[in-house]
């Protein structure tokens, strides 16, 4: 499977612990962005990556949230002291780079984190 | 601002049509629409540019109006597997077409 893969699929947490969601984006591309998403309502853009720069974060980001792409390849994001409120599935997704950019991204199926 | 969606729900019987809107108060750059089946990964299904043309994939359709900032996705003879929640994401002018605001989501179920 050469699709978008995200690890945990599934986290149950109590408040206050750290989390740290995986996302391996498609091989070729050079763009992967995070998304977060609750019941009900559509994927809301959390940051955005272009090879290892963070080039754009939501501000509505809390300082709590933290991502990286330390090689251009994989991404990791973190939640520090999590709240009730944290909880949501997370969506990693990617793209080509502006050249062969079609506008679409490609989503993994997502890591749903529960805060107790 | 996010892009208001209607209607929130639809249900159809297989064969009939649908419309699905979503219209922003900003400027539009690009409209993207995306089906999400339940417990499954967004699929992104068309993007319609500014200035460009209506887009159309076998019975599945959209348009862009950019005076009005709407957008519309027509689901011709419906079947089952068009049922799940349809987002539409707008982007602005930065060029950045995966920075999107999508929509609170439009649940079509379409039945035998």
């Known amino acids: 499977d050469t699709g978008v893969s995200q690890d945990p699929r599934h986290k149950i947490t109590k408040r206050g612990q750290n989390v740290t969601f995986r996302c391996d984006p498609i091989s070729e591309h050079n763009r992967l962005y995070w998304y977060r998403q609750t019941l009900g309502q559509g994927p809301e853009f959390l940051t955005y990556f272009q090879n290892e720069a963070q080039l754009e974060k939501s501000r509505l980001l809390s300082d709590r949230f933290s991502a990286e792409r330390p090689k251009g390849s994989f991404s990791t994001l973190e939640i520090q002291r999590t709240e009730q409120g944290d909880s949501a599935m997370y969506l990693c997704a990617s793209s080509p780079g502006q050249g062969e950019n079609t506008g679409e991204l490609f989503f993994g199926e997502g890591s749903r984190l529960t805060v107790l | 601002q996010q892009p208001v969606q209607s209607p929130q729900a639809v249900i159809l019987r297989e064969g009939e049509d649908a419309v699905i809107n979503c219209s922003s108060s900003?400027?539009?750059?690009?409209v993207h629409w995306y089906r999400q089946k339940h417990g499954e990964a967004p699929v992104f299904l068309m993007i319609?540019?500014?200035?460009?043309e209506q887009k159309g994939h076998e019975k599945i359709s959209a348009s862009f109006n950019e005076k009005k900032q709407q957008s519309s996705l027509y689901l011709t003879a419906s079947q089952l597997s068009y049922s799940g929640t349809y987002f539409c994401?707008?982007?602005?002018?930065?060029?950045?077409?995966?920075?999107?605001?999508f929509g609170q989501g439009t649940t079509l179920q379409v039945k035998p």
């Open positions: 994401g707008t982007a602005g002018g930065s060029g950045n077409t995966g920075k999107l605001i």
């Open positions: 900003k400027a539009l750059y690009s």
């Open positions: 319609l540019l500014k200035g460009g």
